[in-house]
């Protein structure tokens, strides 16, 4: 075999992804609050870009603007930007404008302490305590640390502490569950001895509905046992959910509005949720005063053509997010029309053959996003499901399912609740084919209990 050196001419295909393209990309995947943030950020990079303050108004081009201008318009011909101008008629502020902060559990807390009885040293440990405890009203301070912190015995803190029970939640500042409950009908007056026993010694059989196993340890009727039980289950077990917590609120902020008109579903975007952009008419002005300058004119050109890259690909991006709803909202329309037993599966592969895209593109079009709907606001991942094929041949949501079982679940005798397999007979009866185990797998999604632990006693 001879090696040799020499010029050859090959034609080959590869995919060269541009920092231009992967920025389309990922800014077709953020949802509405990480494109703002994404787009804020660029705002303080890129002096050219600023937010388009009259989207509505597109007022007239001066003759004289700066050729870069129009060049813009030539090459991004899809894309418009309107020139915005300084208003006087700027809008004043109003208190409607400002979100009240929420009252949190311990604001509440320390308001009561600050009236009760407690006073000196005591007041301190009670607000020591009160900083203690967590959103869900628990404490969760050592009482024997806290009394060695604040050089006193443990009998003074527990003292503290027993006032601090009294306070609104019921139930707030106790150590545990158990302790939770029994404060709650102590002040409610409904505690007595069989029913603090069973709390403290059986409150593991009662969420395992074993109250056959209670009442005969007990040597109590069964019934009896169930209306402890019933008692029990209108208790709130976490006492501070109530109440605000410090995490921050997450808002959902519909993508795409689904609205019928006349019979027929029309899909909007909604226009809040996408940033509007424009190239500044400042900067504009600056390329034209310095386009002698080769330095500064390579600059302004290279912010330029970013900021017409990010506006082109946030239009891009909604296109796309309405292009897949319109598949989907078609696809869907007995889900819309006569409610969530009617959704049908569709898989991404099926809106990207009728978009004529890829399905990583359907994926990311869909990724956090939600759409408003005359049923509610889903996200749109809601929407692709697989499931199973009925008797007629059309497929059947996996989310439709679990609606048929939930439903059939909430229509059986509760001293008799159907098992697994009665609900895969009840459901084949309907023209539904699945699996005991699969229906299992759906119940114990939806978070709903097996047929014994559902299973109610004569009262």
């Not at 509905?209 to 209670?214: D, T």
Request: glycine share 6%; hydrophobic share 35%.
């Amino acid at each position: 075999m001879k090696l040799s050196y020499g010029l050859t001419i090959e034609q080959t295909q590869k995919l060269t992804m541009t920092p231009e393209l992967i920025q389309a990309i990922r800014i077709l995947q953020f949802n509405t609050q990480e494109l703002d943030s994404f787009v804020q950020g660029e705002l303080l990079e890129n002096p050219v870009l600023e937010f388009d303050r009259t989207a509505d108004i597109e007022p007239p081009q001066e003759k004289n603007d700066f050729d870069l201008r129009e060049k813009i318009r030539e090459d991004y011909d899809d894309i418009s930007y309107h020139q915005w101008e300084y208003s006087k008629d700027k809008e004043t502020f109003s208190y409607e404008q400002f979100v009240s902060r929420d009252e949190t559990l311990e604001d509440s807390l320390l308001l009561q302490l600050t009236f009760s009885k407690l006073k000196g040293q005591e007041l301190k440990i009670g607000r020591y305590l009160v900083e203690s405890i967590d959103d869900n009203g628990y404490l969760t301070a050592d009482l024997a640390q806290v009394a060695r912190c604040f050089k006193t015995t443990e009998e003074n803190v527990e003292k503290v502490l027993d006032v601090i029970q009294t306070f609104e939640p019921l139930g707030v500042g106790a150590r545990n569950l158990k302790e939770c409950l029994i404060i709650q009908l102590a002040a409610r007056g409904l505690l007595d001895e069989t029913i603090e026993y069973i709390i403290l010694n059986h409150l593991e059989d009662l969420g395992d509905n074993k109250l056959s196993r209670v009442a005969k340890q007990m040597g109590i009727p069964v019934s009896q046992v169930q209306m402890i039980c019933d008692l029990i289950r209108t208790l709130e077990p976490k006492p501070g959910r109530s109440f605000a917590s410090d995490e921050n609120v997450k808002y959902i902020v519909p993508d795409v509005i689904v609205e019928k008109i006349d019979g027929e579903y029309v899909v909007s975007t909604n226009e809040y949720s996408i940033p509007h952009l424009m190239v500044s008419p400042y900067y504009t002005t600056l390329s034209k005063e310095t386009k002698n300058d080769e330095e500064v004119s390579k600059y302004l050109t290279d912010k330029f053509n970013s900021a017409i890259w990010l506006i082109k690909s946030i239009e891009q991006r909604r296109q796309t997010i309405f292009n897949v709803v319109t598949a989907v909202v078609e696809h869907q329309k007995d889900f819309l029309d006569k409610g969530p037993k009617y959704l049908k599966t569709l898989t991404l592969k099926q809106v990207a053959d009728v978009l004529g895209v890829h399905e990583s593109t359907v994926s990311r079009s869909i990724n956090g996003k939600y759409m408003q709907t005359p049923r509610g606001v889903y996200e749109i991942r809601y929407f692709f499901s697989s499931g199973v094929a009925g008797r007629d041949g059309e497929g059947l949501s996996s989310n439709s399912i679990k609606t048929f079982i939930k439903e059939i679940i909430a229509g059986e005798d509760p001293k008799k609740p159907y098992s697994d397999q009665e609900m895969v007979e009840i459901l084949s009866e309907r023209g539904i084919e699945i699996s005991r185990r699969t229906v299992a797998k759906y119940r114990e999604g939806m978070n709903i209990l097996s047929s014994s632990k559902r299973r109610r006693y004569e009262i």
